[in-house]
């Protein structure tokens, strides 16, 4: 099973700062890496796939990108809709699994 | 527009089973792939299973297989998940959600709490 591990757990910033969000892999994921957003009492919603593409609707100001083991995921001006917990998830091998989260907070 | 609306949680006894239901809209069900993850209280997410968009394939994580069954019915848009042999483990809210590719779940559920408890 591949493993991933996103840091910081937490990341404390103020509206308009540039969030640089983690996530690193046990092994080679290839291109096979997703970041959902998800905020409380909600489903995660699909924000970027393949390492760096947006998914429909997402705006400019998340960015992903990264290869083989180490990706980051960056909001380059924190909106305040912005604050939510950030899972990265892999689908190279199965199972399909995913980090254990970053958590973006207001400071 | 996509809806996914999970059915079928609530309070059950350890040992029990349970079925999720999931009805989908504003797709085309029959041509999609549908997972199940779940997320256990204030934890993270756990990819429970995957079904093909005609049912040939199946997926489990270990965690659940054995004890859980994916199917679905492409007649009536829904696809479904059998719980048996429940635990305190598997508590949590459990999402549906479409796969993409095989790759990514672009299209997801708002939940259904399942609570294992006597």
């Known amino acids: 099973e591949i493993v991933l591990t996103q840091s910081p757990a937490t990341l404390s910033l103020s509206p308009g700062e540039r969030a640089t969000l983690s996530c690193r892999a046990s092994q080679s994921v290839s291109s096979y890496l997703a970041w959902y957003q998800q905020k409380p009492g909600q489903a995660p919603r699909l924000l970027i796939y393949?390492?760096?593409n947006r998914a429909a609707g997402i705006p400019a100001r998340f960015s992903g990108s990264g290869s083989v083991t180490d990706f980051t995921l960056t909001i380059s001006s924190l909106e305040p809709e912005d604050f939510a917990v950030y899972y990265c998830?892999?689908?190279?091998?199965?199972?399909?699994?995913f980090g254990g989260g970053t958590k973006v907070e207001i400071k | 527009q996509v809806q996914l609306v999970e059915s079928g949680g609530g309070v059950v006894q350890p040992g029990r089973s349970l079925r999720l239901s999931c009805a989908a809209s504003?797709?085309?069900?029959?041509?999609?792939?549908m997972h199940w993850v779940r997320q256990a209280p204030g934890k993270g997410l756990e990819w429970v299973a995957l079904i093909s968009y005609d049912g040939s394939n199946l997926y489990y994580a270990d965690s659940v297989k054995g004890r859980f069954i994916i199917s679905r019915d492409n007649p009536k848009n829904t696809v479904y998940l059998q719980m048996n042999s429940l635990g305190a483990e598997d508590t949590a809210v459990y999402f549906c959600?479409?796969?993409?590719?095989?790759?990514?779940?672009?299209?997801w559920g708002q939940g259904t709490l399942v609570t294992v408890s006597s």
């Open positions: 998830q892999q689908r190279s091998n199965w199972p399909l699994t």
């Open positions: 504003g797709i085309s069900f029959s041509a999609s792939g």
């Open positions: 959600a479409r796969d993409r590719r095989l790759r990514e779940l672009d299209h």
């Open positions: 393949d390492v760096s």
